[in-house]
């Protein structure tokens, strides 16, 4: 990764000094995929043979039936050279980076003048492969030819195999011929066939540097390119090891597989990609290297395109930015997107959720970071519009200081609704004028996001009539929770199932549980930050209270070490990794707030517990926050490196990395940890920040998750100094 720079010590908005490892932003290769698959509309199924690409950048890929090309979302009749279409085209290929045809009766090409047509007598060759000079093996079952000078000068049966692949080996002047068991070599200038490597269920060929690599239905090997010696083992530890094709792409080697594709890095191991995230479907069939540096990948069903172009860590926030305003804005929250049809992102239209306060809450909390950082006007206006929303949700409730969930307008609320449900007994309460609905079932999480953003809202925004306007929020939301004995209380009077932070409710879970140390904490933090933003010796006196005389500061110290199952009690079965974004959101007022010094040094080492217990995720929202709040050991390359493999494709398509044999699976754990190995973000079902270690699952494409999965982060790293600003 690129050398981290220590920059120099930083204030960050009055909280705590952070030497911050600066990581320098400049453009990275950005992949993405581009995926034709047959149109239903205009095509049969017809089988998909081969891909290639000429120097031109066109893209053809042969079928039963027509060459097919990319159109603007399917694969469609390549009708550029009216001809081709009435041409009975067995196989094809390039040389040169021209294309080159063969059909039962000739082989021939439109490049150099359409000169080069050269007529065989193999009515049944399949397969050809081009060698010095325009020369080349051609291949029928059981039977092999070289044409040079375009005359038929050797030929040879040799049974009945077809090969699996031939190339040319211009350094050693011969050809390789493979098949399932065995490699062959054919010399031209000697006119010599030879079986030179003895193997099994062998699928794939490509040369190397000075190795010839050998794919199997098993793994791959290689052998040396002069004398084929053996020059690596078997390696089945692959992704998936039943090997369809084996590639030199832009000096990387790629595998195709009938699990996907990948290639392998530097470092030894593998970027895969698998799912409709990146591949019209997992049987890949032939790979080619495509224009500008891509990679073709056909499959059974279609052609996948994976691309790359540069972007610094700033562009590709921008380019969610953009995506954020196009589909995920509702009444000026962040909001749920659907699609009717799976990842077709025309099909999209906005629903609620459950938590649109906490999710609106991390995308304002994201853009109030980009303008403190930039000073945006764009960012001031989306900070404005999402503050707003999130403060029509105690106004729309009619209960002083009581938030809802959300709200839509009467007729349109999607989740949670039974029709047949009495209209006084419906969460979903409608307002007095009959026009609008709101949730009523309000948790603690969306408490937590409120208090988070606000204080956020009243430290960074330049208004003071907006700033107090979020003091206000504070305060009543603050006001509610006190007088209601420590819960939320909706509009039938009782407690809320998740608002929750009476010392009755909250000690009686043992100590070794989360939700006891959890919700402690904050409710301390929400109080710290009622009093400093509102001076008022009510809030510090109560905090001191609940922390002196009902144990909350002894559960707020509690070493997150200490948390684990507890035999026949709830909510202790797993790590809850919903309790770590409360947690972590929460941590900067608990800490900045803090009534004394010596409170917030002691709240530093208590949530530097958390963040050793869960820094293994490689969450770069958890390190940021950490550093945000004085952590020295923030992880930043990891960061940078889960801000740059996550995926511009935000739909939620089924991944399943279950089977693969390149990582070892964990045995089920408190950590709810699946692998040793934290696998990158654009090799796991799509989740929110809650989520962790998730490496199956999905939603079939029917959902595109929020932007604010990176951006929250990805400006955080900027507001800390931990990322700098692009560079060129």
Not at 84 to 92: E, F, H, P, W, Y
Not at 263 to 274: H, K, P, Q, T
Request: charged share 25%; net charge neutral.
């Amino acid at each position: 990764m690129r050398k981290l720079i220590l920059s120099t010590t930083l204030f960050i908005a009055g909280l705590v000094t952070l030497s911050a490892q600066t990581w320098q932003d400049k453009p990275f290769q950005q992949d993405y995929a581009r995926k034709y698959a047959f149109s239903d509309r205009n095509y049969p199924k017809w089988k998909l043979y081969g891909v290639c690409a000429d120097r031109n950048r066109r893209i053809q890929v042969l079928s039963s039936k027509n060459l097919l090309t990319p159109g603007d979302k399917y694969l469609v009749k390549d009708g550029l050279y009216r001809f081709l279409n009435d041409v009975d085209i067995v196989a094809m290929g390039t040389y040169r980076q021209q294309f080159i045809y063969l059909t039962p009766e000739a082989l021939f090409s439109n490049a150099w003048a359409g000169k080069l047509w050269v007529e065989h007598d193999m009515p049944g060759a399949k397969a050809f492969c081009m060698g010095k000079d325009f020369a080349f093996l051609l291949s029928a079952d059981g039977k092999f030819e070289y044409y040079a000078n375009g005359k038929k000068a050797w030929e040879k049966e040799t049974g009945t195999f077809l090969p699996e692949k031939m190339i040319w080996d211009g350094q050693n002047g011969h050809f390789l011929v493979l098949t399932g068991d065995a490699l062959y070599t054919f010399s031209p200038d000697k006119k010599k066939w030879k079986e030179v490597h003895k193997g099994s269920s062998l699928t794939a060929l490509t040369l190397w540097g000075d190795k010839i690599v050998l794919g199997t239905a098993d793994g791959y090997y290689t052998l040396d390119r002069k004398d084929f010696s053996k020059r690596d083992e078997l390696n089945n530890k692959l992704p998936w090891p039943d090997l369809t094709d084996v590639e030199v792409i832009g000096g990387r080697l790629w595998f195709g597989s009938t699990r996907g594709a990948f290639v392998l890095r530097d470092d030894g191991g593998f970027d895969y990609y698998a799912s409709r995230r990146w591949l019209v479907d997992d049987h890949v069939t032939d790979l080619a290297a495509g224009p500008d540096g891509s990679t073709l990948a056909l499959s059974s069903t279609g052609l996948s395109i994976i691309a790359y172009k540069p972007m610094t860590l700033y562009d590709k926030a921008m380019y969610f930015e953009k995506v954020q305003r196009l589909r995920h804005i509702r009444y000026g929250f962040q909001s749920r997107t659907n699609l009717r049809i799976p990842g077709d992102l025309n099909t999209a239209y906005l629903v609620d959720s459950d938590n649109d306060g906490l999710w609106t809450s991390m995308y304002l909390a994201g853009e109030l970071y980009r303008y403190a950082v930039t000073r945006s006007d764009t960012a001031l206006e989306n900070i404005y519009e999402a503050f707003e929303a999130m403060e029509r949700l105690t106004a729309i409730t009619g209960i002083p200081g009581f938030p809802a969930r959300t709200y839509e307008r009467n007729g349109y609320q999607s989740s949670d609704v039974d029709p047949n449900m009495p209209e006084d007994q419906k969460i979903w309460r409608l307002t007095p004028d009959g026009r609008w609905r709101w949730k009523s079932t309000t948790s603690s999480d969306e408490s937590c996001g409120h208090f988070f953003v606000y204080a956020l809202f009243a430290d960074i925004v330049p208004d003071t009539a907006w700033r107090n306007r979020a003091i206000r929020q504070i305060k009543i939301e603050m006001d509610h929770i006190i007088d209601h004995n420590w819960y939320l209380v909706t509009w039938n009077g009782k407690p809320t199932q998740w608002g929750r932070w009476n010392p009755e409710y909250v000690n009686s879970f043992p100590p070794n549980v989360g939700d006891r140390r959890l919700n402690s904490t904050l409710l301390i933090a929400f109080l710290q930050t009622a009093y400093h933003f509102t001076g008022e010796e009510k809030y510090k006196k109560l905090a001191y209270e609940m922390m002196d005389k009902y144990g909350y500061l002894e559960n707020i110290l509690r070493p997150a070490s200490e948390i684990g199952f507890v035999k026949g009690q709830p909510l202790s079965d797993g790590w809850n990794h919903s309790d770590d974004e409360m947690y972590f959101l929460t941590a900067r007022a608990l800490i900045k707030y803090a009534f004394t010094d010596d409170l917030r040094k002691k709240y530093f080492e208590t949530v530097k517990s958390h963040y050793e217990r869960v820094k293994p995720e490689k969450n770069p929202l958890w390190n940021y926050i950490y550093a945000q709040v004085g952590g020295k050991d923030y992880d930043p390359e990891s960061s940078v490196w889960w801000l740059q493999k996550f995926p511009l494709d935000l739909v939620a398509w089924n991944v399943d990395n279950t089977y693969r044999k390149d990582i070892t699976l964990l045995p089920p754990n408190f950590m709810r940890r699946t692998s040793e190995e934290v696998l990158p973000p654009d090799e796991c079902p799509m989740v929110l920040h809650n989520s962790a270690y998730e490496i199956k699952g999905g939603e079939g494409g029917r959902r595109e998750y929020p932007p604010y999965i990176y951006t929250l982060p990805y400006w955080l790293g900027r507001y800390t100094g931990a990322i700098s600003g692009p560079e060129r």
